[in-house]
């Protein structure tokens, strides 16, 4: 029987597709005290490299992958225990974990399965993950898909069930997206939450996504619990028309790079596969056009269009809304956050215009603190005395 | 949404969905229906490569399959390109073009240039290439650089099936002349290709692997020739970046040279003979514009100058293979004045 107080630290699974990780080295070290968000270490996959944060605190006990090794997602690399638990106890567990890695058994992993909804006659692809429970929608800005959220879908999958769906334009969805409005955005959003049977959902929206999210909510508040948005486009004229039109233009590798640099604070996320898997997409028929057709509701010349501060006039007071930022937002600039009324707002200290790819437990703890301050009082306890 | 298929797969898709969207696109060459004359064998092998396979009954009328004459329908198809269609004729194997060279390089080539712009001929011409199916001297050799070095003629070869799709998709809407060749060998390759169509651009070369010691240029086949000794190379802690030049015309010098710039060493691997080859080509081109990088001589791995051998002991010994491309890496970077 395994010390309930061990807890294993497994290999995440960032995106549909992978299924190993590479640990490149280490930052947590046996011994350590990790904070809840602090850095263990870092991992490469196919796709993507990243910093695996803890989940909660604790104390590094036993490192189990090697650095430079790669291991099935799921797999356990390494174990936290309090001090309270033997060094016996810990040995057997490390070296149960071991053996299943150097089986190569990839542990059971719960992997989000793709579906289509219909909006309007184009087909909508997303994928959901996790338990039964509150319905939280992840929505993905201009240029994205559903893998923009590979370091989160999985962690809120824990407590929620999390959907991420692909835009009209974007990902596997339908790349016709009609005149191009954040009407035809709203519309496949709504398309999703109806088949997935959600009366009412929690949003989660990244820059244009954040401007859709709104949309939806402006449309019937009532369906929407909370609203987190990330960035969200279209809370003031500023805007990085430069960066959005670089986007829409690039045709090679090379125009590319520069431009994807700009997302983030420090550019080394913009890795060769990640401009490689630009560009496939990039490339399908229709995606061209797609993009051309979104910048006139993202672009007024080069001012921002869109009009976020109207949907959240329309939504009224009852749905909570937090408003998150990375400091160095090079796309959208982090004082708009004060335009957005009635919301709670989080800077994220360093991070740019992706903070839930720079910084996803962050912002994973802003997902959920929006979701708590949605949730009804549970039965029993006094209701806030905030009116009649 | 990728999905993992073969090569072959993935250029009858290619064809598929071109003969879908646009109704000039046909398809003509010996045996890519299959058994004419026959209904209930009709379609059976789809051409000998079977790539054309299915097309006959989804497209009535737009898959011909052609007398075993082809200087004549290799000139139907430049003839019916000038005429508005967009013909895609296959050549069983590229060491048969010799017959119907007029009509490739004085005829199709020279269109566009001779009629001062107003002709465009969209024809492309499928070809297999490459050693080891055990198929000698005459069924057997490489040849795109004789294709490359006629102006007015745009030479593809695909190594992966994504690469296959999308190149095989910007050759059909291209409105020049393309030479396409398909390695013998790879048709049974499998990898992530996306359902939808999409079309790569000529003249971008593919980085396959990044690396800071020395830079590989290669293409076709050679490609994971050249990817196997690169990971054996780095568990030796030689780090090889991989060029894949996916087409020889247009060639993207660009990507070649900034690749020397940062490593100083180049080996060029090409299936072909070294003489008036890629090798030499891009072997030349890093000598003149990136001198100054070289901290090495260039070295070239190639098949050595003869025909393809029927013996199978020879034919793999005429064949560049990891440990060859390894040996090459190890005499550039051991390499002292």
Same mark, same amino acid.
């Given at each position: 029987?395994?010390?309930?107080?061990?807890?294993?630290?497994?290999?995440?699974?960032?995106?549909?597709?992978?299924?190993?990780?590479?640990?490149?080295?280490?930052?947590?070290?046996?011994?350590?005290?990790?904070?809840?968000?602090?850095?263990?270490?870092?991992?490469?996959?196919?796709?993507?490299?990243?910093?695996?944060?803890?989940?909660?605190?604790?104390?590094?006990?036993?490192?189990?992958?090697?650095?430079?090794?790669?291991?099935?997602?799921?797999?356990?690399?390494?174990?936290?225990?309090?001090?309270?638990?033997?060094?016996?106890?810990?040995?057997?567990?490390?070296?149960?974990?071991?053996?299943?890695?150097?089986?190569?058994?990839?542990?059971? *992993?719960?992997?989000?399965?793709?579906?289509?909804?219909?909006?309007?006659?184009?087909?909508?692809?997303?994928?959901?993950?996790?338990?039964?429970?509150?319905?939280?929608?992840?929505?993905?800005?201009?240029?994205?898909?559903?893998?923009?959220?590979?370091?989160?879908?999985?962690?809120?999958?824990?407590?929620?069930?999390?959907?991420?769906?692909?835009?009209? +334009?974007?990902?596997?969805?339908?790349?016709?997206?009609?005149?191009?409005?954040?009407?035809?955005?709203?519309? !496949? #959003?709504?398309?999703?939450?109806?088949?997935?049977?959600?009366?009412?959902?929690?949003?989660?929206?990244?820059?244009?996504?954040?401007?859709?999210?709104?949309?939806?909510?402006?449309?019937?508040?009532?369906?929407?619990?909370?609203?987190?948005?990330?960035?969200?486009?279209?809370?003031?004229?500023?805007?990085?028309? +430069?960066?959005?039109?670089?986007?829409?233009?690039?045709?090679?590798?090379?125009?590319?790079?520069?431009?994807?640099?700009?997302?983030?604070?420090?550019?080394?996320? #913009?890795?060769?596969?990640?401009?490689?898997?630009?560009?496939?997409?990039?490339?399908?028929?229709?995606?061209?056009?797609?993009?051309?057709?979104?910048? =006139?509701?993202?672009?007024?010349?080069?001012?921002?269009?869109?009009?976020?501060?109207?949907?959240?006039?329309?939504?009224?007071?009852?749905?909570?809304?937090?408003?998150?930022?990375?400091?160095?937002?090079?796309?959208?600039?982090?004082?708009?956050?004060?335009?957005?009324?009635?919301?709670?707002?989080?800077?994220?200290?360093?991070?740019?215009?992706?903070?839930?790819?720079?910084?996803?437990?962050? /912002?994973?703890?802003?997902?959920?603190?929006?979701?708590?301050?949605?949730?009804?009082?549970?039965?029993?306890?006094?209701?806030?005395?905030?009116?009649? | 949404?990728?999905?993992?298929?073969?090569?072959?797969?993935?250029?009858?898709?290619?064809?598929?969905?071109?003969?879908?969207?646009?109704?000039?696109?046909?398809?003509? =060459?010996?045996?890519?229906?299959?058994?004419?004359?026959?209904?209930?064998?009709?379609?059976?092998?789809? @051409?000998?490569?079977?790539?054309?396979?299915?097309?006959?009954?989804?497209?009535?009328?737009?898959?011909?399959?052609?007398?075993?004459?082809?200087?004549?329908?290799?000139?139907?198809?430049?003839?019916?390109?000038? !005429? =508005?269609?967009?013909?895609?004729?296959?050549?069983?194997?590229?060491?048969?073009? @010799? *017959?119907?060279?007029?009509?490739?390089?004085?005829?199709?080539?020279?269109?566009?240039?001779?009629?001062?712009?107003?002709?465009?001929?969209?024809?492309?011409?499928?070809?297999?290439?490459?050693?080891?199916?055990?198929?000698?001297?005459?069924?057997?050799?490489?040849?795109?650089?004789?294709?490359?070095?006629?102006?007015?003629?745009? *030479? /593809?070869?695909?190594?992966?099936?994504?690469?296959?799709?999308?190149?095989?998709?910007?050759?059909?809407?291209?409105?020049?002349?393309?030479?396409?060749?398909?390695?013998?060998?790879?048709?049974?390759?499998?990898?992530? /290709?996306?359902?939808?169509?999409?079309?790569?651009?000529?003249?971008?070369?593919?980085?396959?692997?990044?690396?800071?010691?020395?830079?590989? /240029?290669?293409?076709?086949?050679?490609?994971?020739?050249?990817?196997?000794?690169?990971?054996?190379?780095?568990?030796?802690?030689?780090?090889?970046?991989?060029?894949?030049?996916?087409?020889?015309?247009?060639?993207?010098?660009?990507?070649?040279?900034?690749?020397?710039?940062?490593?100083?060493?180049?080996?060029? *691997?090409?299936?072909?003979?070294?003489?008036?080859?890629?090798?030499?080509?891009?072997?030349?081109?890093?000598?003149?514009?990136?001198?100054?990088?070289?901290?090495?001589?260039?070295?070239?791995?190639?098949?050595?100058?003869?025909?393809?051998?029927?013996?199978?002991?020879?034919?793999?010994?005429?064949?560049?293979?990891?440990?060859?491309?390894?040996? !090459?890496?190890?005499? #550039?970077? =051991?390499?002292?004045?």
């Amino acid at each position: 029987m395994t010390d309930q107080r061990i807890v294993p630290v497994t290999m995440p699974k960032w995106g549909l597709s992978m299924q190993l990780g590479k640990i490149t080295s280490w930052i947590a070290a046996e011994g350590d005290e990790v904070a809840a968000g602090g850095d263990l270490a870092d991992i490469e996959t196919e796709k993507i490299a990243g910093t695996l944060e803890a989940a909660e605190a604790g104390t590094m006990r036993r490192i189990i992958a090697r650095a430079g090794e790669d291991v099935p997602v799921g797999g356990t690399i390494a174990l936290m225990a309090p001090a309270e638990v033997s060094e016996e106890d810990l040995d057997a567990a490390a070296r149960q974990a071991r053996a299943v890695i150097d089986a190569g058994m990839p542990a059971d *992993v719960s992997a989000p399965e793709v579906q289509t909804a219909e909006a309007g006659g184009r087909k909508i692809s997303y994928a959901g993950a996790g338990a039964d429970g509150d319905v939280v929608l992840l929505i993905h800005g201009y240029g994205g898909d559903r893998n923009s959220w590979l370091f989160l879908q999985e962690p809120l999958a824990a407590r929620y069930r999390v959907y991420a769906l692909d835009l009209p +334009g974007h990902g596997t969805s339908a790349k016709d997206v009609g005149d191009g409005s954040i009407g035809v955005l709203a519309d !496949a #959003v709504v398309a999703v939450l109806d088949a997935v049977g959600a009366g009412q959902a929690h949003l989660v929206g990244h820059s244009l996504g954040g401007a859709v999210a709104l949309g939806v909510a402006a449309r019937d508040p009532g369906r929407i619990a909370s609203l987190t948005l990330i960035a969200p486009a279209g809370f003031g004229s500023e805007i990085n028309a +430069g960066y959005l039109r670089g986007f829409a233009d690039a045709q090679t590798r090379r125009e590319l790079k520069p431009v994807l640099g700009q997302l983030f604070a420090a550019d080394d996320l #913009v890795t060769r596969q990640v401009v490689d898997d630009l560009l496939a997409y990039k490339r399908l028929d229709g995606v061209d056009e797609a993009l051309h057709a979104l910048l =006139g509701t993202l672009l007024d010349g080069d001012a921002q269009r869109a009009d976020s501060a109207a949907s959240v006039a329309a939504i009224g007071g009852a749905v909570p809304i937090t408003a998150v930022w990375g400091s160095a937002d090079r796309i959208v600039p982090p004082a708009q956050a004060e335009s957005v009324d009635r919301a709670v707002r989080r800077l994220i200290d360093g991070a740019g215009h992706m903070p839930h790819m720079e910084r996803p437990a962050e /912002v994973q703890a802003a997902i959920e603190e929006t979701i708590a301050r949605a949730r009804p009082p549970a039965p029993g306890t006094p209701s806030p005395t905030l009116g009649p | 949404m990728a999905r993992n298929i073969t090569y072959r797969e993935a250029l009858n898709e290619a064809l598929a969905q071109e003969m879908e969207r646009d109704e000039s696109v046909i398809v003509m =060459g010996e045996d890519n229906a299959g058994g004419a004359g026959s209904p209930g064998a009709q379609d059976a092998w789809g @051409g000998v490569l079977g790539v054309t396979k299915g097309l006959y009954h989804k497209f009535p009328g737009r898959v011909l399959d052609t007398p075993i004459s082809e200087s004549a329908f290799i000139g139907a198809a430049i003839g019916a390109a000038t !005429a =508005g269609l967009r013909p895609v004729a296959e050549l069983m194997f590229v060491d048969f073009m @010799g *017959v119907c060279f007029d009509q490739i390089y004085n005829q199709a080539a020279k269109f566009r240039y001779m009629f001062g712009g107003k002709a465009v001929t969209p024809v492309v011409i499928r070809t297999m290439y490459g050693a080891g199916l055990r198929a000698a001297a005459q069924h057997s050799q490489c040849l795109y650089p004789l294709f490359t070095h006629i102006p007015g003629l745009k *030479v /593809v070869l695909p190594a992966t099936p994504y690469d296959a799709k999308g190149l095989l998709i910007q050759a059909i809407r291209d409105n020049d002349p393309v030479m396409f060749f398909e390695h013998k060998a790879l048709y049974d390759l499998a990898g992530p /290709v996306p359902e939808e169509s999409y079309a790569l651009p000529f003249g971008e070369a593919n980085v396959v692997r990044e690396g800071g010691d020395v830079t590989i /240029v290669t293409l076709g086949r050679m490609v994971h020739t050249s990817l196997e000794a690169a990971g054996r190379l780095a568990a030796d802690g030689v780090q090889c970046e991989v060029i894949d030049l996916r087409t020889t015309s247009p060639l993207d010098e660009d990507t070649v040279l900034e690749s020397v710039e940062g490593t100083g060493r180049l080996v060029v *691997v090409d299936e072909a003979h070294p003489r008036c080859s890629i090798a030499t080509d891009i072997s030349a081109l890093v000598a003149r514009k990136a001198f100054g990088a070289l901290q090495a001589p260039i070295e070239m791995v190639t098949a050595p100058h003869t025909p393809v051998p029927f013996s199978k002991a020879l034919e793999d010994l005429y064949i560049p293979d990891a440990q060859r491309v390894a040996n !090459a890496v190890k005499t #550039v970077t =051991g390499w002292t004045r």
